[in-house]
């Protein structure tokens, strides 16, 4: 029931910028948790940024200090801020979030189709 749509891809070259947005179909106040992953041709999709219904937020060592994840309640948007982009940083990227869905505490995850990022001169 909940729709994820990643945007805000594109060619940057190395040490610019980009922000990805991902849009929620309804409310993200009941995700527990949502974050940011990437794939890269012939390796394995790898979670890079994270952030927790507390505000908590991890980020895989090489991209600390240059991406910055947060999420606006109010627009229902999650965002990923992409800072001194390197060519390694290529990848699609994808949106993930999971959703409590009853009172016990269950979960359901969702993914977005993901939006391609690819830093090069």
């Known amino acids: 029931q909940v729709q994820l749509v990643e945007s805000g891809g594109g060619l940057v070259q190395p040490g610019g910028s980009l922000r990805l947005s991902c849009a929620a179909s309804r409310s993200i106040i009941n995700f527990s948790g949502m974050g940011w992953y990437r794939q890269a041709p012939g390796k394995q999709r790898e979670l890079v940024a994270y952030?927790?219904?507390?505000?908590?937020?991890n980020y895989i060592d090489s991209v600390k200090g240059r991406f910055t994840i947060s999420r606006d309640n109010a627009e229902n948007i999650m965002y990923l801020q992409m800072n001194s982009l390197k060519p390694e940083d290529t990848a699609r990227y994808y949106c993930h979030a999971r959703f409590v869905v009853s009172v016990e505490g269950a979960t359901r995850d969702y993914w977005g189709q993901g939006t391609q990022v690819t830093v090069s001169s």
């Open positions: 952030i927790n219904s507390g505000g908590n937020t």
